[in-house]
């Protein structure tokens, strides 16, 4: 029941906001995003599926028994992190808003909440209609809240934003909706319960079936990463939306993409996967070094921030197509780690406009003179973000490199990928660190350059409301990176149970090979 409240009382307290006077809308929205917080908190401590392959938070109802439609909830060790992530993101969110935001308040704090709703939706649906409303209408919120708070060309940002999203998700649509097909001519009923199809996909759908399926939900899920060449929108989208919006969109909706790629395309499609896995980590691979030579000569601070998303979310998704529990593990830790890190660089990226109005910078810089406070989050989270040991970022990226190389052995889990996957991905982690690091330099350090009439009614460097939204994500980043193998730990079932039909699968890919045959 705590999983269906954390979607219902956001829900709830948009409606409210409403309704209510203009100058309580913030009140309100922060008192719902704390209630989910600590909701989430008891949820996390109740939860039994830590370390195993076990589901919690398990909500069922039925809507539609003739077509075998139910509201269905639940959540094992992936799907809890990610839930818990975006109840530590939301009330920072609010909080991070409380000056950059003041027009039309009440609907930009309900459309927050709304937000939160669907996204907490994505993570516990357990039946494949639940899963795909709340996949799509996070759509919504996210482009009133760029189409009307955002930057000067936000109407075209949201535009892009929603067609390719939108389009994108119908390809994952028309897979899906094949899948439950094809299952209910197996079975004699129609079930769209994610347990069912993925066990009669990934055992009943002949290898072009499943080439087929794997196509059309890459399609829906590569856009929402997005994955190199359908990237396009992000950076856009980024820099054009307000802070909070971008914060929630690089911390938990890009993640949508790599969690649909978790919790669908592995298990339904495990034969598809190991033929196309050299193809997905080569798309991957581009993303990651075409992103970072692109940040080389970006002056928008926000776009280049934006830009190294790509490449980020790129090192996510060969750690899923590794097929051994080294890349999964991290790039489950990398979803979480860049929405910490990221998201609190786009935070600190908002603060910096709130005084100077401008991130071009060629105009402002040098700024530890002005804003020491301001500059040490900035240069600890860049840290955190190119990967310093002892901090999140590093755990992650070492991981998913470790899995891509070890994905050509002949191990426990035996794969199709290899060190030069894993070279060229650390040459993109290398560039990644150099632009981030030439960026910290530039605007942190250096002499002071300041465009006029600077600062408003804000003080020179941080308040005590901005230190506060920036502390519980730098405290989490330490946490990880000290002590990573607790969140490796709780996940190790989750990711075993996924994995466990690739070996054979892999093993039998390679022989058919061997013998000059075709593909499995």
Sequence with gaps: MLGVLMMLIPLAAAVVILF?????????????????????????????????????????????????????????????????????????????SWTAVTDRLREYYAWLLVLSAAMIGVFLARDLLVFYICFEFTLVPMFFLIAIYGSTNRAWASVKFFIYTFLGS???LAGFLYVAWANSQHAGAW???????TTFASTGMTSTEQAWVLLALMAGFAVKIPLFP?????????????????????????????YGLYRFVLPM???????????????????????ALICWVQTDVKKLVAYSSVSHLGFCVLGLFALNPFGLQGSVLYMINHGLST?????????????????????????????????FFMVFFVLASVGLPGLNGF???????????????????????????????????????????????????????EPSGHHGDLPADLTVREIVVLVPLAIACIWIGVQPDIIMDSMSGAINETLAVYPDIVTAARETLSHGGGTP
Excluded: Q
């Design 20 to 96: 209510a006077p203009t100058r309580v809308a913030r009140g309100i929205a922060m008192i719902a995003t704390l209630v989910g917080l600590g909701l989430a908190v008891l949820a996390g401590i109740d939860f039994n599926g830590w370390g195993t392959s076990g589901w919690g938070l398990e909500f069922e109802r039925e809507l539609i028994p003739s077509l075998g439609i139910s509201l269905t909830f639940g959540a094992d060790s992936v799907s809890m992190l990610l839930v818990m992530l975006t109840a530590l993101l939301m009330p920072l969110a609010v909080l991070g």
């Design 170 to 172: 119908l390809f994952a």
């Design 191 to 197: 079930s769209f319960a994610i347990a069912d199809l």
């Design 230 to 258: 359908v990237h396009t929108w992000l950076p856009l989208a980024h820099t054009e939306a307000p802070t909070a919006g971008s914060v929630l969109l690089a911390g938990v909706l890009l993640k949508l993409g790599t």
């Design 269 to 291: 499609t495990p034969v598809a996967v190991v033929d196309w896995a050299p193809v997905i980590a080569i798309l991957a691979i581009i993303g990651i070094l075409y992103a």
């Design 343 to 375: 998201g609190a660089l786009f935070f600190l990226i908002g603060m910096m406009y709130e005084r100077y109005h401008t991130r071009d910078m060629g105009v402002v810089g040098g700024l530890a003179s002005k804003m020491p406070v301001w500059s």
């Design 395 to 449: 755990v992650s990226e070492f991981l998913c490199l470790i899995g891509t190389f070890a994905a050509g052995g002949d191990g426990a889990y035996p794969g199709v990928l290899g060190p030069w996957f894993a070279a060229f991905a650390a040459i993109g982690m290398v560039f990644a660190a150099m632009y981030l690091l030439i960026m910290v330099g530039k605007i942190v350090f250096g002499p002071l350059r």
